[in-house]
């Protein structure tokens, strides 16, 4: 059974109690029914994340009311066409090869993407994203493109049950976004740190996030 739209907004007015003002709540989408989203919106939130190119490509162009879509889930360069014409902001830039083709595709239809380059701050090799000492190179490289724009950094860290364990990996991105922004380098403007889901997103404000990416939290558990 769907989780109803009162259900739904009582979930959001709570989480906003807990929460500063100036942070951003994107909703993780994921298996989300295009309803369970439209009753999202309409308690207030307006940032979508789809983990997958052609999940969101059955939504976004059904969805009646206007939102943000961010790319969340990691992205083939083989859907990067597609992504540029769906999407508002890709969270998951993770090498060079998918830079350059996110710029080629956009360059194709003249379209601008905020970027968020994604930091494997627990260095799992099973993961994407790239290590933090790889992170300069790309934003070197991004700073000198035209279609690409650099806003931030995005990192999941390893998931544990204990959300103090996360803070490591949240302080780690913290320092690697502030000494980008140190280097003031053209078509770069980091103001966005995406960090935090569900079980830890209290620790990952404390640490500096202004995005926090959200799922059960909002939606409720699926299938409930």
Not at 133 to 148: D, I, R
Not at 163 to 178: A, G, I, Q, W
């Amino acid at each position: 059974m769907m989780n109803t739209a009162d259900e739904i907004k009582r979930r959001i007015e709570q989480v906003r109690k807990e929460i500063p003002e100036d942070v951003e709540i994107l909703c993780a989408s994921k298996t989300r029914t295009l309803e369970e989203v439209r009753a999202v919106h309409a308690a207030g939130l307006f940032t979508f994340g789809h983990n997958y190119v052609q999940e969101a490509r059955a939504m976004i162009p059904l969805a009646d009311f206007d939102a943000k879509w961010h790319m969340i889930g990691h992205l083939q360069r083989n859907k990067a066409r597609l992504a540029v014409s769906l999407f508002d902001m890709v969270e998951t830039l993770d090498s060079l090869r998918l830079a350059k083709e996110l710029e080629k595709r956009c360059a194709e239809i003249e379209k601008k993407m905020p970027v968020l380059i994604e930091v494997n701050s627990g260095r799992e090799e099973n993961k994407t994203g790239l290590m933090p000492e790889e992170v300069e190179t790309l934003v070197e490289w991004l700073s000198q493109q035209t279609y690409l724009h650099l806003v931030g950094l995005m990192t999941m860290g390893p998931l544990t049950g204990d959300p103090e364990l996360s803070r490591p990996y949240h302080k780690e991105t913290r320092r690697l976004y502030e000494e980008i922004q140190r280097q003031q380098l053209p078509n770069v403007d980091l103001h966005v740190l995406s960090m935090g889901m569900s079980n830890s997103y209290k620790v990952a404000i404390e640490e500096g996030a202004n995005l926090i990416r959200l799922g059960t939290l909002i939606f409720g558990s699926r299938g409930s």
